[in-house]
């Protein structure tokens, strides 16, 4: 099992749509998580924190449930400038360093 | 702020051929990442440098991948002989530290091996 999963897609919404993605992790050892955002053809870039209290930051908030080991990030009134892909990652100290671990992706397609 | 800088940022090569790609960090970072994205997947990591060290290469394929960071700067990822399914994005990343979680990425290394 890979040490993060998530939802399959595509998702295809309308504007002004909330959509949700889910994501699971396997490895408790996993520490902190974040999103990250892709874009087609460009790199990904950290959109925000996930804390077991909630992270909000506009229309997005991102949410930890260390019981049942998954994130999840909302996007409210989805615009068409949130069409990408979002990248669940994970963090894990191994001693001396950190390492990520990224999620396959999931692709949102904001449609007028 | 410059960002990371990766060239080239598109390359063909023919199975069986060498090729290397160039990586320059933000200044000031000292940790470096070279991860391979293959299409529909996340990034994965290859190596991660601290300085000129490395870190982590358990998943770098050392029987035909090599990355160095010899001054603490820069970095070449080779690959020789490439493979069929070596065809990927190349990404390299910078942060701070090792301990930051946030990583910078370059535009990445487009590689078709035909």
């Known amino acids: 099992r890979k040490e993060v999963e998530q939802d399959p897609g595509p998702f295809n919404v309308p504007e002004g749509a909330t959509v949700a993605f889910n994501c699971t992790y396997s490895?408790?050892?996993?520490?902190?998580f974040f999103w990250y955002r892709q874009d087609c053809r460009k790199e990904p870039k950290l959109l925000m924190s996930?804390?077991?209290s909630g992270n909000e930051d506009g229309r997005f908030t991102a949410q930890l449930n260390r019981a049942s080991q998954y994130i999840s990030l909302l996007i409210r009134d989805s615009k068409l400038s949130d069409s990408a892909t979002y990248l669940c990652?994970?963090?894990?100290?191994?001693?001396?360093?950190?390492?990520?671990?990224f999620g396959k992706g999931i692709t949102l397609s904001v449609r007028p | 702020e410059a960002g990371v800088a990766q060239s080239p940022r598109y390359k063909i090569i023919e199975k069986r051929q060498s090729v290397a790609f160039w990586c320059n960090p933000i200044?000031?970072?000292?940790?470096l990442y070279w991860y391979q994205q293959i299409l529909g997947q996340g990034p994965k990591l290859l190596i991660q440098?601290?300085?000129?060290?490395?870190?982590?290469d358990s998943q770098l394929p050392k029987d035909r991948f090599s990355a160095e960071r010899l001054k603490g700067v820069d970095s070449t990822l080779k690959i020789q002989p490439a493979k069929l399914e070596d065809s990927a994005v190349y990404l390299c990343?910078?942060?701070?530290?090792?301990?930051?979680?946030?990583?910078?990425f370059g535009p990445g290394t487009r590689l078709t091996v035909t």
């Open positions: 990343a910078s942060s701070l530290d090792q301990a930051i979680y946030e990583q910078y």
């Open positions: 490895n408790s050892a996993s520490q902190s």
């Open positions: 996930v804390y077991s």
């Open positions: 990652v994970g963090q894990r100290d191994t001693g001396a360093n950190s390492k990520l671990t």
């Open positions: 200044s000031g970072h000292a940790t």
């Open positions: 440098f601290q300085n000129n060290g490395v870190v982590d």
